[in-house]
């Protein structure tokens, strides 16, 4: 029989569902020891001391990086596996072509035979959680079992974590159930499975980020998005960013970009020295839980309470707020570091590698210090432009939602969707073109709706059938754009500086939301003229301006067919609307 802690968890308030689902996960797993976590200061540092022990956890430089430590994971052991990540219906079409599915029975039969006796010698946590405000409406709860001290620690600061969220869930007799063990860290035997019907989770054979954090990528988005769809929301893939302009005016913009388009630099721009009197606050850098108010306008909380964010290319000047706020209270995971014993990345602006990310000597023969994936964990109040507003239960209301992808040559620097509807298709048709660096082919065109590829809980069909039905129950729905800002030129330089100076098109998005600024009507969507945009104390040529903000024809007649074809791809799934939609953008184009 396994001996139980507490720490300083009363389980006064212990739901009867969560009691009898831990002694059965105890029965299959037989740990020998079961600790239920509260999240205190003194837990988690028991719990780091006990790694730090084991070799598992190394303390860094206690001077420059006080409070902060270095783990490394398994070399196989580094990244989501979306190959093997599965969602669970009783229907292959309810998961559609968006997904990798198995059928539940199958599934759970896979699961529970991996689980059988693999926390024998280990402690199975049982970690109480709240994704959003801990009063907020809008937040859901979940329990999340796992063999990982690790996890646990990461868990305390991406979560609200303890006491109150098992009493939130004794109230609400409902929560998110995940399982997870580490298992062998074998390639071969590690799935994470997702079963929205029942709103649980079960992951096994790894111990690294949105593998073993079940409360992140797979409750709030893949999880949370079908809770969503069924409770009338939006669980999205999103950063929320407050924006106050020099006359003490806040707007809230919501964002959604896939990888490497500039999401995290953009949560936490720093206005340029050009646009005196604006102020920036970061609510969210990664999920977006979006609900309608009673004013008929859309809310948004972000479910995280921290930031897992990577590593490699923060630095002083890509986005110095990451850069200062991961200075103290962080763990780092799979990154260098310096003789001084600093952690060390590639594009942290300063210092040399000493140790690469597998602990050994560091030689650039051998590849990069810290694994291109290497992250950082850490609470967002550190963040410099960390709001109160975060904490809001009521969310913030959001007057934008920005969509953006990676394109060379077609997107424009800026448009505006004409309606909800065609926000949406918008959306649904978001596209990034592959670098060579990345593929060894420039210009592959891979779609990703929303950035929700890898983390929609269900068919994308269906998935943009549910944002047409919230649009219309919206009174006052966010207006919808679609930003790019890498645009090149024939000499294959980025045609737009970015970074701070991205302010220019938000304040002009923040102006159409009002009513203040001006654009023209083009087969795409409103875009601004030159004129529109503030340039001051910014240095580009008028004919690269207006080369940002050029619509080519000829090009977006092919995008239309490309997307048609995309669309096509989820059968009678897809919403009418949006071909209706598409066929408006068509016709416009002559």
């Known amino acids: ?32 020891h079961i600790h239920w976590c509260d999240g205190s200061p003194d837990e988690m540092a028991s719990l780091r001391n006990q790694l730090i022990a084991r070799n598992e956890l190394q303390p860094l430089n206690a001077e420059t990086f006080p409070d902060c430590y270095l783990a490394r994971s398994h070399p196989s052991d580094v990244a989501r596996v979306e190959h093997l990540t599965f969602i669970c219906t009783p229907k292959q079409e309810d998961a559609g072509p968006n997904n990798n599915w198995m059928a539940p029975a199958e599934a759970h039969a896979e699961m529970d035979a991996l689980y059988k006796g693999c926390m024998k010698g280990r402690t199975l946590y049982v970690v109480p959680y709240c994704m959003g405000p801990i009063d907020s409406p809008y937040s859901r709860c979940g329990v999340e079992i796992t063999d990982s001290a690790y996890v646990v620690i990461n868990m305390g600061i991406m979560t609200r974590m303890g006491q109150m969220a098992l009493e939130r869930i004794g109230r609400e007799r409902s929560f998110v159930k995940g399982l997870h063990s580490v298992g062998e860290l074998d390639p071969n035997r590690r799935f994470i499975m997702h079963f929205p019907e029942e709103l649980s989770i079960k992951s096994f054979g790894s111990g690294y980020g949105g593998n073993a954090l079940l409360g992140k990528k797979c409750h709030a988005l893949r999880i949370a998005s079908y809770q ?14 407050g924006l106050k302009n020099p006359q003490g005016e806040t707007h809230y913009v919501a964002c959604a970009f896939p990888s490497a388009c500039g999401k995290t630099n953009l949560a936490m721009l720093i206005p340029p020295g050009s646009m005196p009197g604006w102020e920036v ?25 921290g930031y897992f964010g990577v590593a490699p290319g923060t630095g002083p000047k890509t986005n110095k707020n990451a850069f200062d706020m991961i200075r103290k209270d962080t763990l780092f995971t799979n990154v260098g570091l310096t003789a001084n014993n600093e952690p060390w990345w590639e594009g942290i602006g300063k210092g040399e590698a000493a140790i690469d990310w597998l602990g050994k000597p560091f030689d650039a023969k051998n590849g990069p210090a810290a694994h291109p994936n290497s992250r950082f964990t850490v609470s967002a109040v550190h963040n410099p432009a960390y709001t109160a507003e975060a904490e809001n239960p009521k969310g913030v209301p959001i007057s934008a939602i920005v969509f953006g992808g990676r394109r060379r040559e077609l997107a424009p620097l800026v448009y505006e969707a004409r309606s909800w509807a ?13 670098t ?8 592959v065109v891979r779609r990703d709706s ?10 994308f069909g269906d998935y943009w059938s549910h ?10 729905a966010p207006k919808v754009f679609h930003v790019n800002w890498f645009r090149q030129g024939s000499d294959n330089k980025f045609l737009w500086p970015g970074f701070g100076d991205n302010l220019r098109v938000l304040k002009w998005i923040l102006e159409r939301c009002v009513g203040k600024a001006d654009a023209h009507d083009t087969a795409i969507g409103f875009l601004p003229r030159s004129e529109d945009l503030d340039t001051n104390g910014l240095s580009i040529e008028a004919d690269t301006l207006k080369e940002l903000l050029s619509v080519k024809d000829e090009a977006w007649r092919k995008e239309v067919v490309d997307i048609r074809a995309y669309l096509a791809e989820f059968g009678a799934r897809t919403p009418g609307q949006l071909y209706a939609e598409l066929e408006t953008v068509q016709d416009r184009l002559g």
């Open 422 to 434: 065609h926000g949406v298709l918008v959306g649904a048709s978001v596209a990034s073109e592959t």
């Open 1 to 32: 029989m396994a001996t139980v802690s507490t720490a300083q968890l009363s389980l006064q308030s212990l739901s009867k569902e969560v009691a009898e689902w831990v002694a059965s996960v105890a029965a299959l797993t037989t740990p020998d």
């Open 281 to 305: 606050f970061t609510v969210g850098d990664d999920i977006a839980w979006l609900h309608p108010g009673p004013d008929g306008r859309l809310y948004a909380i972000n479910p995280e309470s």
């Open 436 to 443: 060579a660096a990345a593929t060894g082919a420039v210009g």
């Open 467 to 476: 944002w047409l039905s919230v649009g219309a129950k919206l009174k006052h």
């Open 450 to 459: 929303m950035a929700m590829k890898p983390f929609c809980g269900y068919n």
């Open 228 to 241: 969503a769809r069924t409770e009338g929301w939006l669980a999205e893939h999103m950063l929320i960013v």
